[in-house]
């Protein structure tokens, strides 16, 4: 584990203090310019991470947590990256609503990942179309990295992948995993050109279901599709993939999306070779 090292950190006693402007009203402030990360678990995440950090801003409470967790090395920050530390009320009054988890870092964002680099090296991935929620985002994030996925590919009408909730929701995970952005054709011609198969869920009743495919011996390369909640996949989408479905109860609608993604990745996982 890389531990943070570097000069003790500042102590802010005055919201007011121009160290902490970078952080002030910071809802208003999300933008593409800046990554944040919330919370001591995403913290150690995006220090684990190639991202440059430039600040961080943390309460008592959260810097005793991270130390005894051995994120910092109980002195403070390194290379450019400021740590400031301020009671949880000036925090709160900086940020602009209660920080209850204690600690956010400011970041550079990453960059997306060339969808032909991406796809060539990958053995599996998983393919979004039209997800709007942040969290489903990252939740889906969170669950590609623990069970296999090599990188996720964002429609152009998919949410931002670098918002603070879905970071947060992913618990981090998002920086450590490839996403691409591309038009779903593209992605699709792409994905079939590297050799791929492509498995596009669906809860409708006619499509196969995904563990006797599954059985039946998963391919060496391998994209999943999700839709939306509500909407699911286009017929689009539909048309051109093999339409798989996760056994469920028949009074049941659906799963939601970013379970569904969790489901279908263990299954694959559990009969993969």
Same mark, same amino acid.
């Given at each position: 584990? $890389?531990?943070? =090292?570097?000069?003790?950190? $500042? ?19 999300? =933008?593409? @310019?800046?990554?944040? %990360? ?15 950090? /430039? ?10 947590? #991270? ?21 949880? $009320? ?13 600690? +956010?870092? #400011? ?32 939740? +889906?994030? /969170? ?15 998919? &949410?931002?992948?670098?918002? /603070? ?7 981090? @995970? +998002? ?6 952005? &591309?038009?779903? =054709? &593209?992605? *699709? ?14 809860? /409708? ?8 495919? %599954? ?7 391998? %994209? ?15 048309? =051109? ?6 056994? $469920? ?5 659906? *799963? ?6 969790? %489901?279908? *990745? ?8």
């Amino acid at each position: 584990m $890389q531990v943070v =090292s570097g000069p003790p950190p $500042q102590r802010i006693d005055d919201p007011d203090d121009e160290r902490v402007d970078g952080f002030r009203a910071l809802r208003a402030r999300e =933008s593409t @310019e800046v990554l944040w %990360a919330e919370g001591p678990t995403v913290v150690d995440r995006l220090l684990r991470s190639t991202l440059r950090t /430039r600040a961080v801003l943390v309460t008592p409470v959260a810097w005793r947590r #991270m130390l005894d967790r051995g994120v910092f090395d109980g002195r403070g920050g390194r290379d450019g990256v400021d740590v400031l530390l301020a009671e949880q $009320q000036v925090v709160n009054t900086v940020v602009g609503f209660d920080l209850h988890r204690g600690v +956010i870092a #400011m970041a550079d964002r990453p960059l997306l990942a060339p969808l032909p680099a991406m796809v060539g090296s990958a053995r599996r991935l998983v393919v979004l179309e039209g997800l709007n929620d942040p969290e489903n985002l990252g939740a +889906i994030a /969170r669950s590609a990295r623990a069970l296999g996925a090599d990188g996720l590919v964002l429609d152009p009408t998919c &949410a931002d992948p670098y918002y /603070r909730r879905s970071v947060r929701v992913s618990m981090g @995970e +998002i920086l450590h995993l490839p996403v691409a952005r &591309a038009a779903m =054709s &593209a992605t *699709l011609a792409e994905l079939d050109a590297a050799g791929f198969e492509v498995w596009a869920l669906t809860p /409708r009743r006619d499509a196969t279901p995904l563990d006797e495919l %599954a059985r039946a011996g998963v391919p060496g390369r391998l %994209a999943l599709v999700m839709g939306a909640e509500g909407p699911g996949l286009s017929d689009a989408v539909l048309g =051109s993939c093999r339409a798989v479905r996760i056994g $469920q109860r028949d009074d049941v609608d659906s *799963l939601n999306v970013g379970h569904a993604t969790a %489901a279908a *990745l263990a299954v694959v996982a559990a009969f993969a070779t």
